[in-house]
Structures are given as structure tokens and as C-alpha cells.
């Protein structure tokens, strides 16, 4: 098992940045895969970014050139740092950790809010 936090959501101007970290309870070094998802109301949520053990990264269209993934395993976090912010990527932000044991088992945090407005 592992519990994830995240942190560093709030309210920001257009075209500005934030950084969001998921700071997870045990080493992150052997979990499969950690990503951010996101979810708009009234909207299903969905894949922001990804990053394996491997160091492999996969993004959304919508944010491709203007977020990063990245992973401090010394520090067992994940951070996402998003860069030239819409209004249309405000939502709730969660991560999770995806860890295969005899089959993959899903784990989230509890989501921090993004809210990108003038």
C-alpha cells in the first residue's frame, strides 16, 4: 500500500505556473507507474501525465509543451510542472500510483484544486 499527498494547487492568473507535488509514504522507486489526472465538474476524470520507474513520460495532447512530469525518488515525489496555464485547466488535480503485485492495484490521493482565473 502507499498513501499519496498532494499539494501546491490554488488560484492563478492565465499564463501563469504552478507546480504541484505528490509526496508518497513509502519509495517510490519500485511503483510501476505515477501520474496526475485531473477531473472539471461535470467532466470524467482524465490522464494529465504519467511517468514510469523507467523514467518514460506520456501527456495529454491538451497539455503537451506546457506541463512536465518528473519524480525525486531521494524524496519518494512526483511533481507536475505546469507552465502557461488556461482557464480550461481548471479542475481537481490527483495522483495516483499504479503498483503490480499479482495484478495492478490503483492508488489516489485526495486532489488539490487548480483554478485558473482573471
Known amino acids: 500500500q502507499v498513501q499519496l499527498v498532494e499539494s501546491g494547487g490554488g488560484l492563478v492568473q492565465p499564463g501563469g505556473s504552478l507546480r504541484l507535488s505528490c509526496a508518497a509514504s513509502?519509495?517510490?522507486?519500485?511503483?510501476?507507474?505515477m501520474g496526475w489526472y485531473r477531473q472539471a465538474p461535470g467532466k470524467q476524470r482524465e490522464l494529465v501525465a504519467a511517468i514510469t520507474n523507467g523514467g518514460s513520460t506520456n501527456y495529454a495532447d491538451s497539455v503537451k509543451g506546457r506541463f512536465t512530469i518528473s519524480r525525486d525518488n531521494a524524496k519518494n515525489t512526483v511533481y507536475l510542472q505546469m507552465d502557461i496555464l488556461k482557464p480550461e485547466d481548471t479542475a481537481v488535480y490527483y495522483c495516483?500510483?499504479?503498483?503490480?503485485?499479482?495484478?495492478?492495484?490503483?492508488?489516489w490521493g485526495q486532489g488539490t484544486q487548480v483554478t485558473v482565473s482573471s
Open positions: 513509502r519509495t517510490i522507486s519500485r511503483i510501476n507507474t
Open positions: 495516483r500510483a499504479d503498483i503490480l503485485y499479482s495484478s495492478v492495484r490503483y492508488y
